[in-house]
């Protein structure tokens, strides 16, 4: 079993900051790709960003500059850092990891459950 948890949501004025985490625990052998994506009521779930394993990131062009994504490997951890929010950054965030379980033959991708961020004064 793998599980991916998310932390570091909620409600925030416009131009504040919040950072989110997420931690994925359980049989897991390496990962691959970490990220985190957002969908916002009546909106398609879109990628806010990702990182490789490397550390290589890549970014949504409406939060560059504002988040930064980070991984720490040895606690299968990755962060997004949030900074001057914006009431259009409201929306629900999903993290996302390709991982390979140990006896497995390749690659999965797994979702964590989703925090609400809510930016609103």
């Known amino acids: 079993q793998v599980q991916l948890v998310e932390s570091g949501g909620g409600l925030v004025q416009p131009g504040g900051s919040l950072r989110l985490s997420c931690a994925a625990s359980?049989?897991?052998?390496?990962?691959?790709?970490m990220g985190w994506y957002r969908q916002a009521p009546g909106k398609q779930r879109e990628l806010v960003a990702a990182i490789s394993s490397g550390g290589s990131t890549n970014y949504a062009d409406s939060v560059k500059g504002r988040f930064t994504i980070s991984r720490d490997n040895a606690k299968n951890t990755v962060y997004l850092q949030m900074n001057s929010l914006q009431p259009e950054d409201t929306a629900v965030y999903y993290c996302?990891?390709?991982?390979?379980?140990?006896?497995?033959?390749?690659?999965?991708?797994?979702w964590g459950q989703g925090t609400q961020v809510t930016v609103s004064s």
């Open positions: 359980g049989s897991i052998f390496s990962i691959n790709a």
């Open positions: 996302n990891a390709e991982i390979r379980r140990f006896g497995g033959s390749g690659y999965k991708n797994y």
